[in-house]
């Protein structure tokens, strides 16, 4: 009998080898005259045990890790494909403490399933959801989002339900489904994982959306530095049109949905949904003006329901359980579950699915064990290089949007960056100003001309010249930037600038030997 080893074929274990571990798997067992089946799946998130391989034994999957080519031979004597004892040897992996404590709803496949198998996605669950979905009219479906209570999980928060409804109501001969797979904000890599290790969650969110809004076509724009995402994406795609879940009669049910992959130039304000479309329409990417809506004009001057990836892979299991289940989760007005991405100067970073309302402290210290430094967190930032910095009194928290919104931070994309105490606070405050300059559209001179202005102010500021009157010019163009940008990445930029220096003062003021002379 043959026996089953899973490889992660993810990005993250890519780039520690699990290639070279999956060929050293198999020539190692091949040696022995062994019968093992190994299978590339995704990562489960716990990036410090990649690569993280799983054997299927009687008692379920015994997982082992951090695995290297060097350890094969020895894990195989030790009797690996009956789950031996061996140093490296985690046990059962839905008991490892780290993954145990999670709410694992649209993540629960992700490190489990063939990501480009149809049969392996319907066996654990898959497409119950657009089983469902079939049996609703369109405004039903639309019911059952916004009852959930999901929001946005790209940054914005913005309820689901009311842009669905909005799309639904909107009068178009086409309309289309476009997945913002522009995944840019440092520290963030929920969408990757879950398009190279569970695809057909999305693509059964996106066609769900489809049938909910009357869009026939979709599009993920996919971020051009996620090369295996793309090709994992293409394949699942065409997979999925051999088994007739996409094309003109999905599941035989009459109605027509066809997905493709786009893949972006590498800009970071195609984040922002307008320059997307642009974009997608083959033009450069650059901020339009609001009104109209893309709910109403979005690609091709059609309605359009744009949403991330998060947004539309929570879809399938709010559908499939009812959206009661999964507004039991949460708390106040942020219900379900949030993809908490946790990164920067920790012990363990990685995924973690868990309900709004959990603390920052808590995914720091329980889920991440502390600064891998072993020094004192100085400063968290959370929801990318746009977010807030956080010092420690702030830290217990809630990941909640309204929580995070009245201490003057936002949860964006769950991306979490820790920093130890080594950081300067003011050369933080100039990245952002910097990333602002660097990833501007150039459509609006608030952002286009403030950010560079920043980065010159807050030069002076650190080399000690008149840092009290520079900080007050600081505090004028954030001020600008916040009220006249056009879209996010100019009036978010003085977050990260302000909560920098309001939390940390002392990194902005007697810089240097020219301060007291200066002032």
């Known amino acids: 009998m043959s026996i089953t080893i899973t490889v992660p074929r993810d990005a993250v274990a890519l780039g520690l080898g699990a290639n070279r571990v999956a060929r050293a798997l198999f020539a190692g067992a091949e040696r022995r005259g062994l019968d093992v089946t190994i299978v590339r799946t995704g990562s489960r998130g716990l990036l410090w045990l990649e690569p993280m391989i799983e054997v299927a034994t009687a008692e379920g999957r015994i997982a082992y890790g951090p695995v290297t080519p060097a350890d094969i031979d020895s894990l195989l004597d030790a009797g690996l494909v009956e789950g031996g004892l061996h140093p490296l040897r985690l046990g059962r992996p839905e008991e490892i403490p780290y993954l145990a404590r999670q709410h694992r709803l649209t993540f629960q496949r992700c490190g489990v399933v063939d990501p480009v198998s149809v049969e392996d996605y319907r066996a654990h669950g898959g497409y119950r959801g657009l089983e469902a979905a079939l049996k609703l009219d369109a405004a039903g479906i639309v019911a059952e989002v916004r009852e959930s209570g999901l929001r946005g999980r790209g940054g914005a928060g913005f309820p689901a339900g009311i842009k669905w409804n909005t799309v639904m109501l909107a009068q178009a001969e086409q309309k289309y489904v476009v997945c913002n797979a522009d995944e840019?904000?440092?520290?963030?890599?929920?969408?990757?994982?879950?398009?190279?290790?569970?695809?057909?969650?999305?693509?059964?969110?996106?066609?769900?959306?489809?049938?909910?809004?009357?869009?026939?076509?979709?599009?993920?724009?996919?971020?051009?530095?996620?090369?295996?995402?793309?090709?994992?994406?293409?394949?699942?795609?065409?997979?999925?049109?051999?088994?007739?879940?996409?094309?003109?009669?999905?599941?035989?049910?009459?109605?027509?949905?066809?997905?493709?992959?786009?893949?972006?130039?590498?800009?970071?304000?195609?984040?922002?949904?307008?320059?997307?479309?642009?974009?997608?329409?083959?033009?450069?990417?650059?901020?339009?003006?609001?009104?109209?809506?893309?709910?109403?004009?979005?690609?091709?001057?059609?309605?359009?329901?744009?949403?991330?990836?998060?947004?539309?892979?929570?879809?399938?299991?709010?559908?499939?359980?009812?959206?009661?289940?999964?507004?039991?989760?949460?708390?106040?007005?942020?219900?379900?579950?949030?993809?908490?991405?946790?990164?920067?100067?920790?012990?363990?970073?990685?995924?973690?699915?868990?309900?709004?309302?959990?603390?920052?402290?808590?995914?720091?210290?329980?889920?991440?064990?502390?600064?891998?430094?072993?020094?004192?967190?100085?400063?968290?930032?959370?929801?990318?290089?746009?977010?807030?910095?956080?010092?420690?009194?702030?830290?217990?928290?809630?990941?909640?949007?309204?929580?995070?919104?009245?201490?003057?931070?936002?949860?964006?994309?769950?991306?979490?960056?820790?920093?130890?105490?080594?950081?300067?606070?003011?050369?933080?405050?100039?990245?952002?100003f910097e990333f602002c300059a660097v990833e501007s559209c150039g459509k609006c001179t608030p952002c286009r001309i403030g950010a560079t202005r920043g980065v010159e102010t807050m030069d002076k500021v650190i080399a000690g010249i008149r840092p009290s009157e520079n900080l007050a010019v600081v505090a004028d163009l954030c001020e600008v930037m916040t009220d006249g940008s056009l879209c996010a990445m100019g009036g978010l930029t003085p977050m990260p600038v302000m909560s920098a220096i309001t939390h940390f003062p002392e990194d902005f003021q007697q810089r240097g030997p020219m301060s007291v002379a200066a002032e």
Do not use: W
């Open 184 to 432: 840019g904000d440092s520290g963030t890599f929920a969408d990757r994982m879950m398009m190279e290790g569970d695809p057909f969650n999305l693509i059964e969110g996106m066609t769900i959306a489809g049938f909910a809004t009357g869009a026939t076509r979709g599009y993920i724009y996919l971020r051009s530095e996620y090369p295996q995402a793309f090709s994992t994406l293409k394949e699942a795609i065409a997979n999925g049109i051999k088994a007739g879940l996409l094309g003109d009669n999905v599941m035989n049910s009459g109605k027509a949905f066809h997905l493709e992959v786009r893949l972006g130039a590498g800009a970071y304000i195609c984040g922002e949904e307008t320059s997307l479309l642009e974009s997608l329409e083959g033009r450069r990417g650059i901020v339009r003006a609001k009104p109209p809506i893309p709910a109403l004009k979005g690609f091709l001057g059609q309605p359009t329901l744009v949403n991330n990836v998060m947004t539309f892979t929570a879809v399938p299991y709010i559908l499939q359980h009812g959206a009661e289940a999964y507004a039991e989760y949460g708390m106040g007005r942020s219900l379900g579950t949030l993809a908490i991405q946790l990164a920067g100067n920790v012990k363990h970073g990685g995924l973690i699915e868990y309900a709004f309302g959990i603390t920052l402290r808590e995914i720091i210290e329980d889920f991440g064990g502390g600064t891998r430094s072993g020094r004192p967190i100085r400063a968290v930032q959370v929801g990318g290089p746009l977010g807030a910095y956080f010092p420690d009194h702030l830290l217990d928290t809630p990941l909640d949007y309204e929580a995070m919104a009245a201490n003057k931070g936002l949860v964006g994309h769950g991306g979490i960056v820790v920093f130890d105490d080594t950081v300067d606070m003011a050369k933080q405050a100039r990245f952002a």
